[in-house]
């Protein structure tokens, strides 16, 4: 399968994805102190799509729009969703992903990769300038997310992996949570 090199390790991602296997590893909704470790299977949706490119006066970007929809085995209603945008800079070999969970944060992640590359990672930390994390009164107060890391893996052309950790201060715990999501998903189309 060729992908449009404009895209560099970005170019497999394009299409639509599905995974009926993601694992989730989340506090409780149970609401206490101590918001135990809770574990559930997810099937998910992601779908790519171009966004051509993309002028900052001498930088140029190529990227894609990307979408996000999860579902908890079992359940017609989404638990989780994302809209962002994944770019990628040629010139410097640097990967950025932008995205917003509809809860009151936004994320700016990123991370360095050769234009042929199957494997990346990006990461993002709070208060970072650069690849920062930014919530709500809420969220920041409860759940304030400190560091956001997400490993890639194009394993073939049809088949995508990733395992991403946000790790969260939550009130009344000295250690951080570490939010867990892992799946992998195969092309349905593109």
């Not at 639509?16 to 574990?39: F, I, M, Q």
């Not at 809209?83 to 009151?104: K, N, T, V």
Request: glycine share 8%; charged share 30%; with cysteine.
């Amino acid at each position: 399968m060729s992908f449009d090199p404009n895209l560099g390790p970005l170019g497999p991602l394009l299409g639509v994805w599905e995974g009926e296997k993601g694992t989730d590893r989340a506090p409780s909704d149970k609401k206490d102190d101590n918001r135990e470790l809770a574990v559930s299977k997810y099937r998910e949706r992601m779908v790519f799509e171009p966004t051509g490119r993309v002028d900052n006066h001498e930088q140029s970007l190529y990227g894609l729009r990307y979408s996000t929809k999860a579902w908890r085995i079992g359940s017609p209603d989404p638990f989780h969703e994302e809209l962002g945008y994944w770019m990628w800079d040629a010139a410097s070999g640097l990967i950025l992903r932008s995205f917003m969970p509809p809860r009151g944060m936004a994320v700016l992640a990123g991370g360095t990769a050769k234009a042929d590359a199957r494997k990346f990672a990006l990461e993002a930390k709070a208060g970072d300038e650069v690849f920062g994390i930014c919530s709500s009164p809420f969220l920041t107060e409860e759940f304030k997310t400190v560091r956001y890391t997400l490993s890639v893996e194009v394993i073939d052309d049809d088949t995508l992996h990733y395992d991403e950790h946000t790790y969260m201060k939550m009130k009344n715990r000295a250690e951080l949570f570490d939010h867990r999501d892992e799946n992998t998903l195969r092309r349905v189309s593109g």
